[in-house]
């Protein structure tokens, strides 16, 4: 899944909005853990993600980091 959006939309909490309504669905089938790839200067999803109890971020390789965030704030699922 990407996620973008023209420049007009940014700004607007339409990300987060997504992200919440991703997340919760995923949850309503059992995913237990939203992983997601970025690069590292897109400062608007690192605020979003930060937002979200338990994510972790890990660096991939120069640029380029992989975050993760439980669907449900109060689990603390196992990493595999």
Do not use: C
Not at 36 to 42: C, K, R
Not at 64 to 71: H, L, R, V
């Amino acid at each position: 899944i990407a996620i973008s959006l023209i420049d007009s939309y940014q700004g607007q909490g339409i990300g987060g909005l997504l992200i919440e309504d991703l997340s919760k669905r995923a949850q309503g089938v059992g995913i237990q853990i939203i992983r997601g790839v970025m690069s590292t200067d897109n400062t608007r999803i690192r605020k979003i993600v930060q937002k979200r109890p338990g994510h972790h971020w890990h660096l991939l390789e120069p640029g380029i980091e992989e975050f993760t965030f439980p669907t449900s704030p109060g689990s603390r699922p196992r990493q595999v």
